[in-house]
């Protein structure tokens, strides 16, 4: 949802297009925040998840599962963590957009991430009446592990909450880039050897490595030979049955 409310402002759902958006849209960018969070920090995020997949997978000697989790959970973890380091970033000489927002969405919005944060502050009691218990006995989680997590999640949460509103006088100043500010509307700093180098967070996707044309014509070959087999497997099926019969 709040993507969706970033898009009908901004005019796009891409990663790369949401840069300060926290001095764009400042209570969107928290409430996204904590969506983000949630995805990858304990308890419901990909800490306690993940962990009791590994220790299953370990304890079958599955090694090739546990590979492709561990490629699967960094690539998650980079991808939650950028879109985090985008939304929170500021930069100087932004608007406000915010303010047509209709009050629905924020109603809503509001109660996902009321609900969100009291479900990680009540988690060791959700766990406890809700879940089974065998659950959390098997992957050896004790009562007191369950309420460090919750609140270590909450105190990220209120962290990055900071203050509601925003203040009156703000000081800014340049930013230390690596390097000395230059520019700070171009996120310019001096870099190595007192060369101007401009400061960006896009194009991690290897687009030249891995283009979307590509990758594209990989998945429809891939997409049509498993059709193909599927079609073949269900009709040796239903002639081994016939036969049968």
């Not at 990680?120 to 992957?139: D, K, N, Q, R």
């Not at 592990?145 to 000081?171: D, E, H, Q, T, Y």
């Not at 193909?228 to 016939?242: A, D, E, K, R, T």
């Amino acid at each position: 949802m709040c993507v969706g409310t970033a898009e009908h402002h901004i005019g796009s759902r891409d990663i790369e297009d949401m840069d300060a958006l926290f001095e764009r849209m400042p209570r969107l960018a928290r409430l996204m925040s904590i969506g983000i969070l949630i995805m990858f920090i304990a308890p419901f995020g990909m800490l306690i998840s993940k962990w009791a997949a590994f220790e299953a997978f370990i304890v079958d000697g599955n090694l090739l599962m546990v590979l492709m989790l561990a490629f699967g959970s960094a690539a998650t973890f980079f991808f939650w963590a950028k879109w985090l380091g985008k939304v929170t970033a500021t930069a100087q000489g932004t608007d406000d957009i915010e303010g047509t927002v209709h009050p629905s969405e924020w109603q809503a919005m509001g109660l996902m991430a009321f609900l969100a944060i009291a479900c990680t502050f009540t988690f060791p009691l959700i766990s406890a009446y809700v879940v089974e218990p065998y659950l959390g006995a098997s992957a050896g989680v004790s009562a007191d592990n369950l309420w460090l997590l919750s609140i270590l999640a909450i105190a990220v949460i209120v962290v990055m909450l900071g203050v509601v509103g925003r203040p009156s006088k703000r000081r800014l100043v340049a930013p230390y880039l690596g390097g000395a500010g230059i520019d700070p509307a171009s996120r310019t700093f001096n870099g190595s050897l007192e060369q101007p180098v401009v400061s960006i967070q896009r194009n991690w996707y290897l687009e030249g490595v891995f283009p979307q044309e590509r990758l594209n014509r990989i998945g429809e070959i891939v997409s049509a030979l498993l059709i193909i087999w599927g079609l073949v497997v269900s009709l040796s099926f239903l002639l081994g049955i016939g036969g049968g019969f």
